[in-house]
């Protein structure tokens, strides 16, 4: 109960100190359009009723919480998944490209942490590839990929799944690298005392002196990997998605909307990591690992 204390109360406190900021921007930030309505419909209001209006706007500045709580419920819970205004739908969308990106990712992040691991040359000539690439703004390369794989008449799932692999791999190379090295030397020295052959060597100390790594690094992938696919759905003029209601909430400043799919895409994207921790204790504790 105790640790259950310390851990809610911290969470809870900044949770209420965000809402509470919140709110106070809100007004701020509505308070110049409300003002203007006000002027031109020579309304007078009290402040307490100012602070209302400028709570219950249609289309604010910065939605109060409030509004954007009651549009997640409401495109959540209130609508069918088969709606276009469902943001089940929409996170449905993103998912799946996620799903495929996240995999090709983290494929692809072993495989190269593999290689330069074992080869030298790959060490010291990929790996500052790798990090060079990761300068690049996803932005300048997303409509790059779409372009060119429409001109060839691929479109679709695929330009949004490899734009997130390009996220999504790079960390799980660079944890898979440090996990696949993390093993101490005396170790290592053991291995050969064995006589152990080098795939001997990999799959019987490296691989599970990797798997704390791999699963940390996945962490941060699947919620890179989440990032490319709805940046992914900006150029291709998706017409479902987390990426195109944020679209459409821009094009008719549906800015309650725009939050809405935020809201929507963080939940997203916690359930995901959540389910990569699970996942990670679950193949750690069947390696024989100790529960934290």
């Known amino acids: 109960m105790t640790s259950l204390r310390h851990h809610t109360l911290p969470v809870l406190s900044i949770l209420v100190a965000i809402v509470v900021i919140w709110y106070v921007a809100a007004v701020f930030m509505n308070a110049p359009f409300q003002h203007d309505l006000d002027r031109r419909a020579s309304v007078t209001r009290t402040t307490t009723e100012f602070v209302g209006a400028t709570l219950s706007q249609p289309k604010p500045v910065l939605p109060a919480p409030h509004q954007v709580a009651s549009n997640v419920y409401e495109n959540t819970f209130l609508r069918r998944v088969t709606s276009n205004r469902s943001l089940v739908y929409h996170s449905w969308v993103t998912l799946s490209s996620t799903a495929v990106g996240f995999t090709l990712g983290t494929l692809t992040g072993i495989l190269i942490a593999v ?3 074992h080869v030298k040359a ?7 590839w790798i990090i060079a690439s990761q300068t690049v703004p996803i932005l300048a ?8 794989l429409a001109a060839i008449n691929v479109t679709g799932l695929i330009p949004k799944a490899l734009i997130s692999t390009y996220l999504s791999f790079f960390p799980v190379a660079v944890g898979m690298v440090k996990g696949l090295r993390s093993p101490e030397s005396i170790q290592l020295d053991l291995m050969r ?3 152990a052959s080098r795939a001997q060597t990999f799959w ?3 691989v599970p002196a990797s798997i704390p790594f791999l699963f940390t690094s996945m962490k941060v992938a699947i919620a890179a990997s989440l990032v490319g696919a709805i940046v992914g759905e900006l150029p291709t003029g998706a017409v479902a998605g987390i990426g195109s209601k ?4 821009s094009y008719y400043s549906q800015t309650i909307d725009i939050w809405a799919a ?12 959540t389910i990569v921790g699970v996942a990670g204790k679950i193949v750690e504790r069947s390696m024989g690992g100790r529960p934290a």
Do not use: E, Q
């Open 115 to 117: 290689g330069i691991v």
């Open 204 to 206: 019987k100390l490296r």
């Open 246 to 249: 944020l679209l459409a909430g």
């Open 141 to 148: 390369i997303a409509p790059m990929v779409v372009v060119v």
């Open 193 to 195: 005392t064995y006589n």
């Open 122 to 128: 790959l060490d010291r000539s990929l790996m500052p």
């Open 262 to 273: 935020l809201i929507a895409g963080s939940v997203l994207a916690a359930i995901l990591v």
